[in-house]
C-alpha cells in the first residue's frame, strides 16, 4: 500500500498548508459528491422516448415493465434507434467522454489559480478522478437497476444494457491513463536514482515492460472486462438477470474511496486523520461491495429458486461457477492487500498486534 512521490518535493508535500493540499482534498470531495447529480442528468434529463413494440409482446407484458417505470418515478427512456445503431452511439459517446473528462480536468488542475499542478501531479489526481465519475455513475446504475428489478431472472431495466455499452470504453482509456501515470512516475525518478535524471528516450518499451509488470492484474481484469464480461452481458444474457448485473455493477463503490487513498498517498499524508478515515470506508466498502457481493447473489438465487445458500453452487451449470470463481479471486487478492496496508496504517510496526506479527 507504499506510493511514491516527486522527488525534491518532500518540503512541499510534508507540511499541507505549505501547499495547496487542502483545496484538492476539498476539490476531490466535492467532485465526486457532485458527480451523482451528473450521473442522473447524463441518464434521466428530458428523455422522452417511445416505448418499443417489442415490450406489448407476451414474451416481456407491458404491465410487467410499467411496474418498472413506477419504480424510478422518472420518464422512461430506451432508444427509438436500431439496436446496432444505438450501440455504437453508446460506445462512442464513452470513447469521448473519459478521454474528454480527463483532458479536461488535467488541463483545470494545471491552471487553476489556486492549485498549479506540475503535469506529472495533474495527470495522478485527474485519472483518479475520472476513475471516481465512472464508480459513483456505475454504482448509481446499479442500484437503480437492482431495485427496479423484481423479479431477479426475467425483470429488465434498459440501464443494464445501456451503462454496460457506454463504460466499456472506459477500461480500454483507463488502461492508457495507468500507463500515462506510471510514465510521468518514471520520467521524474529516472533510473531510480537521486538525482532524478529522467530515461533515455529509447527506453519506452522498457518503460512499458515495467508498467505491465507492476499492473499486469489490473490490465488482465480490464481486458477481461471489455474482451470477455462485455459480450457475456450483452449477447449470451439474451435480456436475463438484470438484477445481478445491477449488484455487480454496484462493485464500484469502493472505487472512489481507493482513489483519494492513492492521492493522500501520492501527497505523504498517511499520517492524517482523512487517510485513516478513508481508509476504515476503503475497506468497508470492498469487503461489502466486492468480497460479500457474490455469496449475496448466490443467496439471492437461493431464495427466488427456493434452495439453501450451500445448495445454490450444485443447483447452476459448472460454468457459472466457474466464471463467479475467476471474478472473486482478483477481489479477494486486493482485499488482503488492503487489509494488509490497514494494519500497518493503524497498528505501526513499532507495536503490532499479533494477527499483523502472524501475515508479516
Not at 438484477?243 to 483519494?260: D, H, I, K, Q, Y
Not at 499524508?269 to 469487503?287: C, D, E, I, P, R
Amino acid at each position: 500500500m507504499g506510493g511514491e512521490v516527486f522527488l525534491n518535493k518532500n518540503d512541499i508535500y510534508v507540511n499541507i498548508c505549505s501547499f495547496s493540499l487542502a483545496p484538492v482534498i476539498s476539490f476531490v470531495f466535492f467532485f465526486n459528491g457532485t458527480t451523482i447529480a451528473l450521473a442522473l442528468f447524463c441518464f434521466f434529463k428530458e428523455c422522452h422516448f417511445k416505448v418499443p413494440t417489442i415490450l406489448t409482446t407476451p414474451s416481456l407484458p407491458f404491465s410487467k415493465f410499467s411496474v418498472l417505470r413506477r419504480n424510478i418515478n422518472l420518464p422512461f427512456c430506451l432508444p427509438t434507434c436500431p439496436l446496432e445503431a444505438g450501440m455504437a452511439l453508446l460506445f462512442a459517446g464513452g470513447c469521448v467522454f473519459f478521454p474528454l473528462c480527463f483532458t479536461v480536468l488535467r488541463w483545470g488542475l494545471q491552471n487553476h489559480a489556486s492549485l498549479q499542478m506540475e503535469k506529472q501531479e495533474a495527470v495522478l489526481v485527474a485519472s483518479k478522478l475520472v476513475s471516481s465519475v465512472q464508480a459513483i455513475m456505475a454504482s448509481t446504475a446499479g442500484y437503480i437497476v437492482s431495485t427496479s428489478c423484481k423479479h431477479i431472472i426475467d425483470d429488465q431495466h434498459w440501464l443494464s444494457s445501456a451503462y454496460t455499452q457506454f463504460a466499456v470504453p472506459y477500461f480500454i482509456y483507463d488502461i492508457y491513463a495507468m500507463f500515462l501515470c506510471h510514465w510521468h512516475k518514471h520520467q521524474v525518478k529516472g533510473h531510480g536514482g537521486d538525482d532524478g535524471v529522467a530515461r533515455a528516450p529509447g527506453s519506452t518499451w522498457a518503460i512499458a515492460r515495467g508498467y505491465l509488470h507492476k499492473e499486469f492484474l489490473m490490465v488482465l481484469h480490464h481486458a477481461a472486462m471489455v474482451l470477455v464480461c462485455f459480450p457475456l452481458s450483452v449477447v449470451w444474457r439474451q435480456g436475463k438477470g438484470d438484477f445481478f448485473l445491477g449488484c455487480m455493477l454496484m462493485a464500484e463503490v469502493s472505487t472512489p474511496f481507493v482513489c483519494l487513498g492513492k492521492i493522500l498517498i501520492q501527497y505523504k499524508q498517511q499520517h492524517t486523520l482523512l487517510h485513516k478515515v478513508n481508509g476504515a470506508l476503503m475497506l468497508l466498502s470492498f469487503l461489502c461491495c466486492r468480497v460479500l457481493l457474490f455469496p449475496y447473489l448466490y443467496w439471492a438465487y437461493g431464495r427466488h429458486a427456493g434452495l439453501p445458500l450451500l445448495a445454490v453452487p450444485l443447483a447452476i451449470p459448472a460454468h457459472v461457477n466457474l466464471g463467479a470463481a475467476l471474478l472473486l479471486a482478483p477481489q479477494l487478492y486486493w482485499f488482503f492487500l488492503i487489509c494488509r496496508g490497514a494494519c500497518r496504517l493503524f497498528w505501526p510496526r513499532s507495536r503490532p498486534p499479533p494477527a499483523c506479527q502472524a501475515q508479516d
